[in-house]
């Protein structure tokens, strides 16, 4: 299957070239289903898979680690700290200390491409959090570094102290809170990374069924593929357990909206 077509092009993270849709996986457990949708992501070209080490209280970046690893050159397994169940972030050296070193044994890895702040706790300096990432650097257990649910402010703060690869937020096709902070990242060459993508109540079924009908899509693909027109640095990652899923996701690559449909939307 043909997973990247010319006009969507690719974004950059280092020296890898990343597919524009990427792989979320916080429902993703140790299970022969699980297995087999990282296995066919993997094999239809995308390359980007994200995790985070509560996502199924660490099962998700256990399941990757055994399915996976070792990672070919091309893929970024991308996974966060910094969140707590019950609890407020914990932005300490020392939590995230433990934690990365915990992903770090989950995912089967010695240096993870991309580390994000799952939260930001205002109680812990956004300087500290980001000079402890600098040191992990240095230390050669992270190589990019990306944020999550963060405003404007709050990436210009943590750039004061180490260059920012992404930016994790919710954002979709009916929530568009954060089209400051895109603007920022395309702006600033930061990668987009928008979280629950497929979100499309609300929008007028009037416009998104024309649309769908025109492309013969389906309502998530056209999701998917406003969100691809929208800012060239945004990198959707669905998340599914379906094979069937996967394939229908990346085939929102192939979706080309005109100005005006992605106008209507």
Not at 132 to 152: A, D, N, R, T, Y
Request: charged residues 20%; proline residues 4%.
């Amino acid at each position: 299957m043909q997973t990247t077509k010319s006009n969507a092009g690719s974004l950059s993270l280092g020296e890898v070239k990343l597919n524009r849709i990427g792989l979320g996986t916080n429902r993703i457990t140790d299970n022969e289903n699980a297995r087999a949708v990282l296995n066919h992501a993997v094999s239809i070209g995308i390359n980007f898979i994200d995790t985070a080490d509560i996502y199924q209280s660490g099962a998700s970046e256990i399941t990757i680690g055994k399915t996976l690893a070792p990672y070919p050159a091309n893929i970024v397994i991308a996974t966060k700290g910094g969140m707590v169940r019950g609890a407020d972030a914990n932005n300490s050296p020392e939590h995230l200390f433990r934690v990365l070193n915990e992903s770090l044994h989950s995912l089967k890895t010695d240096c993870i491409t991309l580390y994000q702040l799952h939260r930001v706790n205002p109680k812990t300096p956004i300087k500290e959090t980001m000079s402890f990432f600098k040191q992990m650097q240095s230390e050669g257990k992270i190589k990019h570094v990306g944020l999550s649910e963060v405003s404007v402010e709050q990436i210009e703060e943590a750039r004061k102290t180490i260059d920012i690869a992404s930016v994790q937020n919710r954002f979709s096709i009916t929530e568009r809170k954060h089209e400051d902070v895109v603007d920022y990242c395309e702006k600033h060459g930061i990668i987009f990374i928008p979280f629950f993508p497929l979100n499309s109540g609300g929008i007028s079924s009037t416009a998104l069924e024309y649309v769908s009908k025109k492309h013969g899509a389906g309502i998530h693909q056209i999701a998917l593929a406003w969100l691809l027109k929208r800012s060239p640095v945004i990198l959707p990652i669905p998340g599914t357990l379906s094979v069937k899923h996967l394939d229908e996701n990346l085939a929102a690559l192939n979706i080309e909206l005109s100005d005006e449909e992605f106008a209507s939307l």
